[in-house]
Antibody, heavy 123, light 109 residues
Framework: EVQLVQSGAEVKKPGESLKIACHGS????????VGWVRQMPGKGLESMGFIYPGDSDTRYSPSFQGQVTISFDKSNRTAFLQWSSLKASDTAMYYC????????????????WGQGTMVTVSS | EIVLTQSPGTLSLSPGERATLSCRAS???????LAWYQQKPGQAPRLIINGASTRANGIPDRFSGSGSGTDFTLTISRLEPEDFAVYYC??????????FGQGTKLEIK
């Protein structure tokens, strides 16, 4: 079964670093981009950026440029989202999702989603 | 940045009724690049409509999408109990950011 499985919930303090993961089974990421979507508590969805696993081409939404880093490990079929210094305002659910297109920038909707990783940042 | 405004914010209907959800864009969006998602509490979003009017795999035919330019609509012809959820529209395919609407909560009356 094609699926995206994300790493577990995290509780961190402000200023700490964090890297969360999204593993794709089988051919989940073939000819596709992987995106990250933020959902703050009780709020809507925000697209953060994308990475193309084939060549690690990465695109960030302007609001998230410089705030997070998206990367991909081909050997483990895993996408990552990382922060170097967390803030309380980073508290949110983070979803990875697949956009099944090779176009640059991606031009297809998110057809497959991970289950989400809850990140809580509190002193 | 393209802003998507969904209306109404909350829609209260009964099972069996017809639901009409609206998504209005601040500038023209290609129909190919407009999607609708359903999100239930505690779950990840699920793609239900792509390309403004194409149902995603496994989505029942009571769901339909329409529209073009700046005005798009999601219609659920006869509500089933499992359809009560939050629905988001999204535009993509051009310059980032790919934005979502703020959501419409479809609740049981």
């Amino acid at each position: 079964e094609v699926q995206l499985v994300q790493s577990g919930a995290e509780v961190k303090k402000p200023g700490e670093s964090l890297k969360i993961a999204c593993h794709g089974s089988g051919d989940s990421f073939i000819n596709s981009w992987v995106g990250w979507v933020r959902q703050m508590p009780g709020k809507g969805l925000e697209s953060m950026g994308f990475i193309y696993p084939g060549d690690s081409d990465t695109r960030y939404s302007p609001s998230f440029q410089g705030q997070v880093t998206i990367s991909f490990d081909k050997s483990n079929r895993t996408a990552f989202l990382q922060w170097s210094s967390l803030k309380a305002s980073d508290t949110a659910m983070y979803y990875c999702a697949r956009s099944p297109t090779v176009a640059t920038p991606p031009d297809d909707a998110f057809d497959l989603w991970g289950q989400g990783t809850m990140v809580t940042v509190s002193s | 940045e393209i802003v998507l405004t969904q209306s109404p914010g909350t829609l209260s209907l009964s099972p069996g009724e017809r639901a009409t959800l609206s998504c209005r864009a601040s500038q023209r969006v290609s129909s190919s690049y407009l999607a609708w998602y359903q999100q239930k509490p505690g779950q990840a979003p699920r793609l239900i409509i792509n390309g403004a009017s194409t149902r995603a795999n496994g989505i029942p035919d009571r769901f339909s999408g329409s529209g073009s330019g700046t005005d798009f609509t999601l219609t659920i012809s006869r509500l089933e109990p499992e359809d009560f959820a939050v629905y988001y529209c999204q535009q993509f395919g051009g310059a980032l950011p790919y934005t979502f609407g703020q959501g419409t909560k479809l609740e049981i009356k």
